[in-house]
């Protein structure tokens, strides 16, 4: 089928645009009520939440015409054949993990709305050349485990059986954690998909900035996801009486790890379009009266610019060695996370593009600062990214939102990407 026909078939699909937005926000509504704590959105990876989330969307998928299963490393995949069975498929998904006190929409609105696409081309009796496959990633927040894009990284056959024993804060191992969630370590190898049955991988995600609103513009197509560096950093001193250490004799754990702070965020603004967050701290023993002995925090580096990103990160390694020497400290650095600058491919970005114009949009190409399964599944096909304009561009935080309108243009051009797909 040549682009144009696609187009007009995915418009035909499409006649209530308002219908299909309406489903998906309702699901995110009710996916958002599957959470760790009341009140807020929580679902990590390997939970009870994880659980009950995988249920509910592999029930959405099964009711949208596909086979639907979860694979080895928890992911969820829906697969709606083409008109010929087993042939190769476009993978279109994103994630369903959230971060501690989320948005709704980071993750679950590229899952959600994936599925919706299938099930407008199941209720209209289409089969495309190809096969659809929807998967929905266990883990690309990584919150639990610190290792981001397990799902993925076990998909894309790039899984570091390192991160098996990387441990959660009660101390629970990624290996135990599958285990009691009734998944087998051992066979996560069976996660990996080969080249030949992927065509080509797609997320639809909010931006989760500021770019689309400020443009006026409900969707956009993603250029790169910016490379990414994650570190945990030990800091051990000495623990000490409050009153009786005098300050010239203390090896002040906390103080150390504070320098270390400000020292990421004046190297990060020093660097170009480098961006340096510390998200986590903690100190132990954690008495008022009792000198830090120990300090813990987590450092997340980013930019467009893989050069760039490694010069700021070896800038902040040598500035936590200097501070750690003066301050009588010792320092432990531990990568728990690297990614390169992940490139969108031209040829998808371009049939996206006319997805977005055939829906009446100005196309605005646009970086991505966040982190996306993409970043791993790069290692398995072509990849490619639809930004939906979220509210304010505030993501990670229980204000997130997208209005229905844009949901609705989302799921436009999502599904006009998918009709008028031609694989390379
Ligand atoms: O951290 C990120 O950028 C993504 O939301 N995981
Ligand atoms: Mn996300
Ligand atoms: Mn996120």
């Known amino acids: 089928m040549d682009r144009g026909g696609a187009i007009t078939m995915s418009r035909a699909l499409l006649a209530r645009p308002a219908e299909m937005a309406a489903r998906i926000v309702r699901r995110i509504e009710e996916l958002a009520a599957i959470t760790e704590r009341d009140g807020e959105v929580t679902r990590v990876v390997f939970s009870p939440e994880h ?20 694979d080895e490393i928890g992911n969820v995949v829906g697969r709606y054949e083409g008109e010929a069975p087993s042939a190769p498929a476009l993978l279109v ?62 998909l894309a056959g790039t899984f570091d059986e390192g991160a098996l024993e990387a441990k959660d804060a009660d101390g629970i191992t990624l ?74 004799l203390r090896q002040d754990a906390l103080a150390g790890a504070s320098e270390c702070v400000l020292a990421v965020e004046a190297l990060a603004q020093a660097g170009i379009g480098v961006v340096g967050t510390v998200g986590q701290i903690a100190a132990t023993p954690g008495a008022a009266n009792v000198i830090p002995g120990r300090a813990v925090i987590s450092i997340d580096l980013r930019a467009a610019d893989d050069g760039q990103r490694r010069e700021t990160v070896s800038d902040v390694v040598d ?11 010792k320092a432990r650095i531990i990568k728990t996370h690297e990614n390169g ?28 600062g966040a982190g996306h399964d993409g970043m791993a ?32 243009a989302g799921a436009e051009v999502l599904l006009g990407t998918i009709t008028g797909f031609q694989p390379r």
């Open 51 to 70: 659980r009950r989330a995988a249920d509910l969307i592999l029930t959405w998928m099964r009711e949208a015409g596909m086979a639907a299963r979860m």
């Open 175 to 248: 290996r135990e954690a599958m285990i009691a969630f009734g998944l087998d370590p051992d066979r996560i190898r069976r996660a990996a998909r080969r080249r030949e049955d992927v065509l080509a991988y797609l997320e639809l995600h909010i931006e989760q900035g500021p770019v689309l609103e400020k443009e006026d513009l409900p969707v956009g197509v993603v250029t790169a996801i910016s490379g990414a560096n994650r570190f945990r950093v030990e800091l051990d001193g000495m623990a000490g009486h409050a009153g009786t250490v005098p300050m010239g």
């Open 93 to 154: 998904g994103s994630h369903y993990d959230t971060v501690r006190n989320a948005g709704k929409w980071d993750g679950p609105l590229g899952v959600i709305t994936a599925i919706e696409a299938v099930a407008a081309l199941s209720a209209a009796g289409v089969r495309l050349p190809h096969a659809v496959e929807v998967v929905g990633f266990s883990d690309e927040e990584g919150v639990r485990f610190s290792s981001t894009l397990l799902g993925s990284r076990a």
């Open 341 to 368: 600058t992940a490139l969108c491919a031209p040829w998808l970005r371009a049939q996206i593009g006319a997805a977005l114009t055939a829906a009446g949009h100005r196309v605005l190409e646009l970086p991505s």
């Open 377 to 408: 599944m790069i290692d398995l096909a072509d990849m490619a990214m639809i930004f939906v304009r979220c509210r304010g561009g505030v993501s990670h935080h229980p204000a997130e939102h997208v209005t229905i309108e844009d949901v609705a």
């Open 319 to 329: 500035a936590i060695d200097e501070i750690a020497a003066r301050r009588g400290l």
